[in-house]
């Protein structure tokens, strides 16, 4: 069985701000975002509004993945 490190808690608002201003989305950036959506009993409409900026920006290309 695998060890699961775990993850810090940072805000939403951090984690996303941090994916717009590198242009990228990483590995640890994608289970930053995970956990904390997955923490959360309900997402607020601003959290709502940072996912679709992700997920906008990885339609159109605005971001890069990395590993």
Do not use: C, H, W, Y
């Amino acid at each position: 069985m695998q060890a699961q490190a775990t993850l810090p808690k940072i805000s939403l608002d951090k984690i996303v701000e941090r994916i717009m201003a590198f242009r990228q989305i990483s590995r640890i950036d994608q289970r930053l975002l995970m956990s904390s959506l997955l923490s959360k009993d309900s997402l607020s409409e601003q959290d709502q509004s940072n996912i679709n900026r992700v997920f906008d920006a990885l339609q159109r290309g605005l971001l890069k993945v990395v590993d």
